[in-house]
């Protein structure tokens, strides 16, 4: 099928290896023109999808009355940094803060524990029913009650208004379990043998040696695990009417509707134009609030980009 | 025997010798100057509980049960948290208002099911989020080939440095949080935002335009901010699938006499099939799973007639109205369909595919 029937306009020998990449001299003009667009077209996409974090960060920077103005597009007109002062005096925010690192930090260790513990323990052959008790865990990931008999549940609990109904719902992850345990599976057993051999009982093989093997995969759940403790929203929502438990992400929804109904009334009172220009604006307030919220993300992303890639791919191979 | 092998340990490890070993006390001062004399401490101390527990478990049995005993913890939270919340499909069938236990609740039996499909207000406003939940699910649908499309082109790129930046800002929308991305659509598109700014200092428009506060093409709108911040998250699976391609598909390719563009058509597309194949089955198993966070976040008195998707309603309704015994049913039934929606699927995939997706 793959003879030298070739037609002569491919004269050009493909080389050896590096053969599914066509190198870069022979390019007709077509090809060309294809390179050009869609190097402009990926350009362009990536700059729709940063743009606006930019933008929300010059401004939040800026002179508030050129914010204000709209003139603040490109870059920092009249460096500031009151916003960033007023925001983090403001009184929720900070206590808002605190809830969101919490939850991120307790309920990330919490998972990962748990997640390796239970891949681990579904390893071990010996376990009663093991097979079943396996299944009881990961068909919860195919079914949910549903948000309102949720609600009465935790409500019956006492965990409404409780910060730990952030945490406790979301320990056991039958995906993260999945990960974890197919992940243990693929290290030889030879290596828990011996040290079973030598004395070792389950939880010293677990904390000795499977722990320590299993960090890649478990730097990728927590990895997973803390971006969606810190941008979880809904539980908020629906659990806590106390504003001493809501989190972060909460709080900026809170703001970004009060800051359009005050925008519109200082719109509508002429009186206020003056105050709009010289304080701090609720449109202000609302940018420095989301840089705040989305700084965290935005540091830590490009470090553990190779993680969210990696996690990806296991999810993929399991489907 | 354990303990020897264990001050064999120490030895070897930290090389004070065989006395720190043996003096627990001693070996303790020099804890915090050497860190592996710490761990094979605690090594050591597992390993004795290990072999009194070894002397203690007569039978296999006793010990599969005590390994079953160290999981029941968490076996409980699985219980508590996915199991227990079914049986909250009970206040479906009763007339269940807060503040009285459902014990002296009324029990209604199918009383909200037939409300659902009898009361004509009620079964337009079902109709109209139903037609929500289609459009908006459907559409990403439509549109799950584009995360296909952009991982082609960003394989076409050779640089690899632009590659993997173009790969790093366009996934970085996926990690915020819909209301981080409610709050950048309100910074770019409310009255006050920068694309209404711009529009009215370049006198192109004289009055704003509401982009977020109108009932007009909401689906669409939805679907862009999905894409917006999905189209390159989506796109990674792909580009995964792309580098798993046998070269020498390439290279036959090549002698045949492809060009780039005959070689994604015939070679990559056909070769990332199975991948997209998956995925769909995903997404229309997931079809009535839209969430209710970005719905929730956009929502307001003019779209809502629009964007009221069934999550979202159950929430609405449940919450917002209080009625939580019909907010249960509306639940219920949404469950049920999934899981049907599910199994079909899986069926599907089976029959095709020879595997299943679950």
């Known amino acids: 099928m793959t003879t030298a029937t070739a037609p002569a306009t491919t004269a050009k020998k493909p080389r050896g290896h590096n ?53 603040v597009n490109w870059w920092i007109q009249g460096l500031h940094w009151d916003n960033y002062k007023t925001v983090l005096g403001l009184d929720g925010l900070g206590r808002a803060a605190w809830i969101s690192v919490a939850r991120t930090v307790i309920g990330t260790v919490l998972t990962v524990l748990a997640s390796a513990y239970l891949g681990f323990m579904f390893t071990q052959q010996k376990m ?38 952030y945490v406790l719902p979301a320990i056991v992850q039958p995906f993260n379990i999945i990960l974890v345990k197919t992940y243990i599976e693929s290290i030889p057993s030879s290596l828990q043998e011996a040290a079973e051999v030598d004395g070792a009982g389950t939880f010293t093989v677990f904390w000795k040696i499977v722990l320590p093997m299993c960090t890649p995969i478990l730097a990728t759940v927590a990895i997973f695990s803390a971006v969606g403790q810190w941008n979880s929203f809904q539980d908020t ?65 490009p470090f553990f980009q190779r993680f969210f890639v990696k996690g990806m791919m296991l999810g993929a191979v399991k489907g | 025997m354990q303990t020897s092998s264990s001050t064999e340990t120490d030895e070897t490890v930290g090389m004070t010798g065989g006395a720190a070993a043996v003096l627990g006390r001693e070996e303790e001062a020099a804890l915090d100057a050497r860190e592996p004399e710490h761990l094979s401490r605690k090594d050591r101390r597992a390993r004795r509980k290990a072999a009194k527990m070894a002397a203690h478990v007569a039978g296999d049995k006793k010990h599969a049960f005590r390994l079953w005993l160290y999981v029941a913890p968490l076996l409980v939270l699985v219980f508590l948290f996915s199991y227990v919340p079914l049986f909250g499909w009970i206040y479906a069938f009763y007339d269940y208002q807060p503040p009285i236990p459902l014990s002296e609740s009324k029990f209604v039996g199918l009383q909200w099911f037939e409300m659902l499909v009898q ?94 506060d109108s009932p007009d093409q909401v689906w669409l709108k939805m679907l862009l901010w999905n894409l917006w911040k999905g189209l390159g998250w989506g796109s990674i699976m792909y580009l995964a699938g792309i580098a798993g391609i046998d070269p020498e598909l390439y290279e036959a390719a090549q002698v045949d006499g492809a060009n780039r ?57 449940g919450m917002g109205q209080n009625s939580l015994s019909l907010g249960t049913a509306i639940s219920m039934l949404k469950s049920l369909v999934s899981v049907g929606l599910l199994l079909l699927v899986n069926w599907l995939s089976k029959r095709t595919r020879g595997v299943g997706i679950v």
């Open chain 1, 128 to 165: 009663w029913k093991r097979s079943f008790w396996y299944r009881f865990v990961v068909i919860t990931m195919y079914f949910n009650a549903g948000l309102i008999p949720m609600f009465i549940t935790m409500k019956n609990y006492g965990l409404t208004n409780n910060f730990w109904v």
């Open chain 2, 119 to 212: 009361n004509p207000a009620q079964l337009r406003t079902i109709g109209q989020v139903l037609l929500n939940t289609f459009a908006m699910s459907g559409l990403n649908i439509l549109t799950s080939f584009l995360p296909v499309i952009f991982a082609i082109m960003l394989n076409e790129i050779r640089a690899k440095w632009f590659k993997n930046l173009i790969q790093t800002l366009t996934t970085l929308p996926n990690f915020i949080s819909w209301v981080l991305v409610y709050s950048i659509a309100f910074a770019m598109f409310s009255s006050t935002g920068m694309v209404n700014e711009t529009l009215m200092n370049l006198h192109l428009i004289s009055e704003p335009i509401k982009f977020l």
């Open chain 2, 261 to 317: 563009f005959q070689q994604i058509i015939h070679v990559t597309i056909p070769q990332l099939m199975p991948t997209y194949f998956v995925l769909l089955m995903l997404s229309i198993s997931n079809f009535l799973n839209n969430g209710m966070d970005q719905y929730y976040v956009f929502q307001n008195a003019f779209n809502q007639k629009w964007i009221q998707v069934l999550d979202l309603y159950v929430y609405n309704v």
């Open chain 1, 19 to 71: 053969a599914g990449i066509s190198p870069a001299m022979r390019r007709t003009k077509g090809e060309k023109v294809f390179t050009v667009v869609n190097v402009l077209l990926l350009t362009l996409f990536a700059l729709i999808c940063t743009y606006p974090f930019y933008y929300l960060i010059i401004n939040s920077l800026s002179n508030n009355q050129a914010a204000a103005a709209g003139e």
């Open chain 1, 237 to 301: 929502l629906i659990y806590m009417t106390d504003s001493k438990l809501y989190s972060l992400q909460y709080l900026l929804y809170t703001y970004i509707n009060q800051a359009s109904s005050i925008a519109n009334s200082v719109k509508a009172n002429a009186a206020n134009a003056a105050m709009l220009a010289t304080a701090t604006t609720p449109t202000a307030i609302r940018m420095t609030v989301s840089v705040i919220v989305v700084l965290p993300i935005m540091f830590i992303y």
